[in-house]
Structure formats: structure tokens, C-alpha cells
């Protein structure tokens, strides 16, 4: 074979682009010895120089024409032959084979360009900028009837869809109907499975997520799970998740979302929802996150939260307290804290017992429920008094937060702490609130928080704080003075870049302290009045003005 593979090289290597007898038995030779060995092959195939005359071969569209394609498309499963290929100038000619009516060619040269590009983003972006994505969406409308030539196309889509790029031309080609068209007509688990991994990056686009939307992809998903719920097969469960994960992602697009929801009539949303209460924790894991998806504006909250959603939610959670399904326990977290953002919901919710659910989750070792616990608390808590008392009063909170405040490996959790301590003073303005925080050890949490790199973060530690100084100085006194607040305090009045809320609520609060002897003597060894001083001529009104409030105040203690 050896002889014949140089003899057939060497022939080739000579040829010029026609076809003829020489020429095809040459190939047929090269496939022949690639299908036996096709690393030494291939090899050899470079060492002879023979790719530069592919390129010519591949330039007049002839009988021989499918057998060259071919060729490349085996050299090209070794990676060592890839950037030859290149080098060899085949990418060019293979595009233009693509516009060809010949069914094997087209199956050919769509395995040459995907294997010659394989893991190469670089590659694929360059056939993206040759316009490869409306072609092949094209082949795949005229040529769903061969499946080898199917396949290759959705191979290539589920390469190129990685590629941002790629995203604005899939968009602008009708790819969403050809592949719910598609996806309608298969039966085997394989087949789907192939569409469904077009689909999710595709589904990743919000103009892409409508028109999978409008082309009826939901339809084929809901009927998916109805297919699969109820069966043990590993490969059902698989394409389950698949499919309710894909409704979820359709469900992150604003447009895609709305007209889903249809002002809380659509039948896809009912049917959504009857996920919950399912048995089934990935239907579960998809209802709660399609609620929280859907619960993405006011209107939707307000409609949902009247209809009784929250009550499923608990339910919910109620089943996974000692189960324990983190996923499941976070993504019913999500859509509660979702919808307790309409101010008019947040009564409704603390009356359906919300928050006595939430804390049944205050035992949880994982952070990404404890994290979405109390942004679920807090959202439940802003603007609600009574409610922020209740739940300011409970020790074991309070505890809680205030060990997760030095949850330093979860900057989440431990931000979210130090603002829901803070969110408990601030909306009850209660003397027992405030007792509870001091004795839980919340001072010190509150007095870094007030040096955090996050504007609103400073703001909400400097009003909690100024509460407690109101409230309660005499108790809170002892820690002041140890946590350095009143350091903390000079510092936020003298650094240039802090914000005139800060410098406004930071001599609010050091009004409030000036009640305590040795907090009052800290500001006067600190030079205070000449701080205060400087900042009359502020061009912030409300902080010049409050700066010579504070001064009058400082003069008349000193």
C-alpha cells in the first residue's frame, strides 16, 4: 500500500484541477490508506505537498469533488494537520462549496470545515464572517429530509453558537423555525438531545428568545416534560431537565417573558406553575425559577402575589425543610424575595406567614440559601415596622447575623447580613431592637459596615447606627469607644471622595454621641470642630447647612 500511496501522491502532486481516471483512482487510494492508517497518512499527505493541490481540485466542481472534501475532512481529525490546512488555502474553496445543490459534497464539506475548525474560535470566527450561518441554515430548510446532512448542520450550529458573534446572524436567519420545525419531527432521545444543545446557547440571545417563543419551542418543551415525568429512565430525566431548563432560560428574556406571563392568563404560565407542587424536584427547581423569572416586574408581582403564588412557594419550602434540596430551597427563596419588592405586596406576604417559613431555613450551612434568606427578609421587612420589630426582637436572628457578618469566605452572605442588621433599626426605630443588636454583638458589624466601599452599604450602617445613638447611647457606649467609631467617623468627614450623604449622616451622628463623656472627649482630642469647620463652605447646601448646625453643637459642648 505504501508503494501505491507515494505512486498516487506523486500523480496528484502533478494533476492539474480537471478530473480524470488518474486523478479519482489517486483518491480513491488516499481514502483507502486514510481508512487504514490516517496519522501516517496524513503525514505523508503533508511531507509530499499535496494539500496546495486540493485547493486546485476543490476549485472545479466535478465527480471528484465529493472524494477531495472527504479527504481534508479525515487529514483534518489530527490536529497536527489543522493549521496546514489552513496554510494550504481550503477554507476558501470549501465555503464556496457550500452554495452547491450536490447532497454529498455539501455532507463533505461541512465535516472538512468543522473538523479543520475544531476548537478553534479563531477559525470559526472566521467562517462566521464569511457568512457560513445563513448558508447552512438554508441547507438545513432545503435538506431536512437527509439526516447525515442534518446533523452535520447542527453540529456546526452547536460550535458556532458558542461564539458571540455568532448570535446577531443566527438572528437575523429564520434558525428558530427550522429548528422547532425539526424538533417536531424527531422521535429518538439522540436526535432531540442535538437540537437541545443548539438551542440553549442559542436561547442565551433575548431576539433569539422571542422568536424561539413565536416559533412554538415552548409547545414542544411543555409536551417534553409531559412525556417525561413520570418515567424512570435515566435518558427521560435527563431530557426533563433539559427541557425545563430551556423554558426557564426562554423565561430570562423581558419580551420572551411577557408574553409568556400574558398578564397572568397564559396557559404556559399555568402550566408553569402547576410545577411546584409536583414530586418531582427538577419541575420544582423550574416552577420556583420560572416564578422568580416572571416575578421580574411590579405588575407580575402585584398579580401573582394576589393569586395566591406565595402559598405554593411555602408549601414548597415547607417540604424541603428537612428534605433539604439546596437548589430548590434557593430558587423558592428567589422568587419570594422577588416578590416582596412591590411595596403594596409586602403586608400581603408577612400575613401569609412568609417570614415564619424563611427562618425555619436560619440553620442552613449553605450560603447561597442563607444569601437569598436575607435578601428575602429584608426586602419583606423595608418600610414595615411592625414587622421589622418582630424580627429585630428575635435573638436567634440577630445571632445569626451577626455570625454571618464574619462570613468572610462569602462576601454575599456577609454583606446581606450586615444590611439586614442595619434594615431591622432602621425601619422599627425600636429602643428593643436596638438592645437586642448591642447584646448580639451588632455594633461592631455596623461600625466597619460604615467603611464599606459600597456608598449605600455606608449610608444604611451611618442611619442605623445614628438610631442606636438616639435610642439606647448609655448600652452602645461601651462599644463605640472600642470599635473606634468615632476614628471611623473623622475619617469619613475627611476623605475627599465620601459622598454628602455620608458627611451629612456622619455629623447627625456625631451629634448624637456628643452625650457620652469619653465619645465627647475622643471628638474634642480629634480636632472635630475644625473639620466641621471646613465643610460649611460645602457645595452641598444640606451639608453646609447641617455643617454649622454641628458646629454651634460642638462649640456650645466644648
Same mark, same amino acid.
Given at each position: 500500500?505504501?508503494?501505491?500511496?507515494?505512486?498516487?501522491?506523486?500523480?496528484?502532486?502533478?494533476?492539474?484541477?480537471?478530473?480524470?481516471? #488518474?486523478?479519482?483512482?489517486?483518491?480513491?487510494?488516499?481514502?483507502?490508506?486514510?481508512?487504514?492508517?490516517?496519522?501516517?497518512?496524513?503525514?505523508? *499527505?503533508?511531507?509530499?505537498?499535496?494539500?496546495?493541490?486540493?485547493?486546485?481540485?476543490?476549485?472545479?466542481?466535478?465527480?471528484?469533488?465529493?472524494?477531495?472534501?472527504?479527504?481534508?475532512?479525515?487529514?483534518?481529525?489530527?490536529?497536527?494537520?489543522?493549521?496546514?490546512?489552513?496554510?494550504?488555502?481550503?477554507?476558501?474553496?470549501?465555503?464556496?462549496?457550500?452554495?452547491?445543490?450536490?447532497?454529498?459534497?455539501?455532507?463533505?464539506?461541512?465535516?472538512?470545515?468543522?473538523?479543520?475548525?475544531?476548537?478553534?474560535?479563531?477559525?470559526?470566527?472566521?467562517?462566521?464572517?464569511?457568512?457560513?450561518?445563513?448558508?447552512?441554515? =438554508?441547507?438545513?430548510?432545503?435538506?431536512?429530509?437527509?439526516?447525515? @446532512?442534518?446533523?452535520?448542520?447542527?453540529? %456546526?450550529?452547536?460550535?458556532?453558537?458558542?461564539?458571540?458573534?455568532?448570535?446577531?446572524?443566527?438572528?437575523?436567519?429564520?434558525?428558530?423555525?427550522?429548528?422547532?420545525?425539526?424538533?417536531?419531527?424527531?422521535?429518538?432521545?439522540?436526535?432531540?438531545?442535538?437540537?437541545?444543545?443548539?438551542?440553549?446557547?442559542?436561547?442565551?440571545?433575548?431576539?433569539? +428568545? /422571542?422568536?424561539?417563543?413565536?416559533?412554538?419551542?415552548?409547545?414542544?418543551?411543555?409536551?417534553?416534560?409531559?412525556?417525561?415525568?413520570?418515567?424512570?429512565?435515566?435518558?427521560?430525566?435527563?431530557?426533563?431537565?433539559?427541557?425545563?431548563?430551556?423554558?426557564?432560560?426562554?423565561?430570562?428574556?423581558?419580551? #420572551?417573558?411577557?408574553?409568556?406571563?400574558?398578564?397572568?392568563?397564559?396557559?404556559?404560565?399555568?402550566?408553569?406553575?402547576?410545577?411546584?407542587?409536583?414530586?418531582?424536584?427538577?419541575?420544582?427547581?423550574?416552577?420556583?425559577?420560572?416564578?422568580?423569572?416572571?416575578? =421580574?416586574?411590579?405588575?407580575?408581582?402585584?398579580?401573582?402575589?394576589?393569586?395566591?403564588?406565595?402559598?405554593?412557594?411555602?408549601?414548597?419550602?415547607?417540604?424541603?425543610?428537612?428534605?433539604?434540596?439546596?437548589?430548590?430551597?434557593?430558587? %423558592?427563596?428567589?422568587?419570594? =424575595?422577588?416578590?416582596? *419588592?412591590?411595596?403594596?405586596?409586602?403586608?400581603?406576604? /408577612? /400575613?401569609?406567614?412568609?417570614?415564619?417559613?424563611?427562618?425555619?431555613? @436560619?440553620?442552613?450551612?449553605?450560603?447561597?440559601?442563607?444569601?437569598?434568606?436575607?435578601?428575602?427578609?429584608?426586602?419583606?421587612?423595608?418600610?414595615?415596622?411592625?414587622?421589622?420589630?418582630?424580627?429585630?426582637?428575635?435573638?436567634?436572628?440577630?445571632?445569626?447575623?451577626?455570625?454571618?457578618?464574619?462570613?468572610?469566605?462569602?462576601?454575599?452572605?456577609?454583606?446581606?447580613?450586615?444590611? /439586614?442588621?442595619?434594615?431591622?433599626?432602621?425601619?422599627?426605630?425600636?429602643?428593643?431592637?436596638?438592645?437586642?443588636?448591642?447584646?448580639?454583638?451588632?455594633?461592631?458589624?455596623?461600625?466597619?459596615?460604615?467603611?464599606?466601599?459600597?456608598?449605600?452599604?455606608?449610608?444604611?450602617?451611618?442611619?442605623?447606627?445614628?438610631? *442606636?445613638?438616639?435610642?439606647?447611647?448609655?448600652?452602645?457606649?461601651?462599644?463605640?469607644?472600642?470599635?473606634?467609631?468615632?476614628?471611623?467617623?473623622?475619617?469619613?468627614?475627611?476623605?475627599?471622595?465620601?459622598?454628602?450623604?455620608?458627611?451629612?449622616?456622619?455629623?447627625?451622628?456625631?451629634?448624637?454621641?456628643?452625650?457620652?463623656?469619653?465619645?465627647?472627649?475622643?471628638?474634642? #482630642?480629634?480636632?472635630?470642630?475644625?473639620?466641621?469647620?471646613?465643610?460649611?463652605?460645602?457645595?452641598? +447646601?444640606?451639608?453646609?447647612?447641617? %455643617?454649622?448646625?454641628?458646629?454651634?453643637?460642638?462649640?456650645?459642648?466644648?
Amino acid at each position: 500500500m505504501a508503494d501505491n500511496l507515494s505512486e498516487a501522491l506523486k500523480t496528484l502532486k502533478l494533476s492539474s484541477a480537471g478530473a480524470s481516471d #488518474s486523478v479519482e483512482g489517486c483518491l480513491d487510494c488516499l481514502l483507502k490508506a486514510l481508512a487504514h492508517n490516517n496519522v501516517e497518512t496524513s503525514e505523508k *499527505i503533508q511531507q509530499m505537498g499535496v494539500l496546495a493541490t486540493m485547493s486546485a481540485l476543490l476549485s472545479v466542481q466535478n465527480s471528484c469533488t465529493p472524494k477531495v472534501a472527504n479527504i481534508i475532512a479525515e487529514v483534518a481529525k489530527n490536529e497536527f494537520m489543522r493549521s496546514p490546512c489552513v496554510e494550504a488555502g481550503l477554507i476558501p474553496p470549501l465555503v464556496q462549496l457550500l452554495n452547491c445543490k450536490d447532497q454529498e459534497i455539501l455532507l463533505q464539506t461541512g465535516r472538512a470545515l468543522g473538523n479543520i475548525c475544531y476548537d478553534s474560535h479563531s477559525l470559526q470566527a472566521q467562517l462566521i464572517s464569511m457568512g457560513v450561518i445563513p448558508t447552512l441554515v =438554508r441547507l438545513l430548510g432545503v435538506h431536512s429530509q437527509n439526516t447525515p @446532512l442534518t446533523e452535520m448542520c447542527l453540529i %456546526a450550529f452547536g460550535n458556532l453558537a458558542e461564539l458571540e458573534s455568532s448570535k446577531e446572524q443566527f438572528a437575523s436567519t429564520n434558525i428558530a423555525e427550522e429548528l422547532v420545525r425539526l424538533f417536531r419531527k424527531q422521535a429518538e432521545h439522540e436526535k432531540k438531545e442535538m437540537i437541545f444543545e443548539v438551542l440553549a446557547p442559542l436561547a442565551e440571545n433575548d431576539v433569539i +428568545k /422571542l422568536q424561539l417563543v413565536d416559533a412554538g419551542l415552548v409547545e414542544c418543551l411543555l409536551e417534553v416534560v409531559a412525556q417525561t415525568v413520570n418515567s424512570e429512565r435515566e435518558e427521560d430525566a435527563a431530557q426533563l431537565k433539559t427541557a425545563s431548563d430551556l423554558m426557564v432560560l426562554l423565561l430570562l428574556g423581558d419580551e #420572551s417573558m411577557q408574553k409568556l406571563f400574558e398578564g397572568g392568563k397564559g396557559s404556559v404560565f399555568q402550566r408553569v406553575l402547576s410545577w411546584v407542587p409536583s414530586n418531582n424536584h427538577q419541575l420544582q427547581l423550574a416552577g420556583a425559577l420560572a416564578i422568580a423569572n416572571f416575578a =421580574r416586574n411590579d405588575g407580575n408581582c402585584i398579580h401573582m402575589v394576589d393569586t395566591g403564588i406565595v402559598q405554593k412557594l411555602l408549601e414548597l419550602l415547607d417540604r424541603h425543610v428537612e428534605e433539604g434540596n439546596v437548589t430548590v430551597q434557593h430558587a %423558592a427563596l428567589s422568587a419570594l =424575595r422577588n416578590l416582596a *419588592i412591590p411595596v403594596v405586596n409586602k403586608s400581603k406576604m /408577612l /400575613l401569609a406567614g412568609v417570614s415564619d417559613v424563611v427562618l425555619k431555613f @436560619l440553620k442552613s450551612e449553605m450560603p447561597p440559601v442563607q444569601f437569598k434568606l436575607l435578601g428575602t427578609l429584608r426586602m419583606l421587612i423595608d418600610t414595615q415596622a411592625d414587622a421589622a420589630e418582630q424580627l429585630g426582637t428575635n435573638v436567634k436572628l440577630v445571632e445569626r447575623l451577626a455570625e454571618w457578618c464574619e462570613a468572610k469566605d462569602h462576601a454575599g452572605v456577609m454583606g446581606e447580613s450586615n444590611r /439586614l442588621l442595619s434594615a431591622l433599626i432602621r425601619h422599627s426605630k425600636s429602643k428593643e431592637v436596638v438592645r437586642t443588636v448591642i447584646q448580639a454583638g451588632g455594633v461592631k458589624h455596623l461600625v466597619l459596615m460604615a467603611t464599606s466601599e459600597h456608598m449605600i452599604m455606608q449610608n444604611e450602617a451611618l442611619v442605623a447606627l445614628g438610631l *442606636i445613638a438616639a435610642l439606647h447611647l448609655d448600652c452602645a457606649e461601651k462599644d463605640f469607644v472600642s470599635f473606634s467609631l468615632v476614628k471611623v467617623l473623622h475619617k469619613l468627614l475627611t476623605e475627599e471622595h465620601s459622598a454628602p450623604e455620608i458627611k451629612y449622616n456622619s455629623m447627625i451622628l456625631i451629634c448624637s454621641i456628643m452625650g457620652s463623656e469619653p465619645l465627647h472627649k475622643e471628638v474634642q #482630642s480629634l480636632a472635630f470642630i475644625d473639620v466641621v469647620s471646613s465643610l460649611r463652605s460645602h457645595e452641598n +447646601k444640606t451639608v453646609s447647612h447641617q %455643617a454649622s448646625l454641628t458646629e454651634q453643637r460642638l462649640t456650645a459642648q466644648s
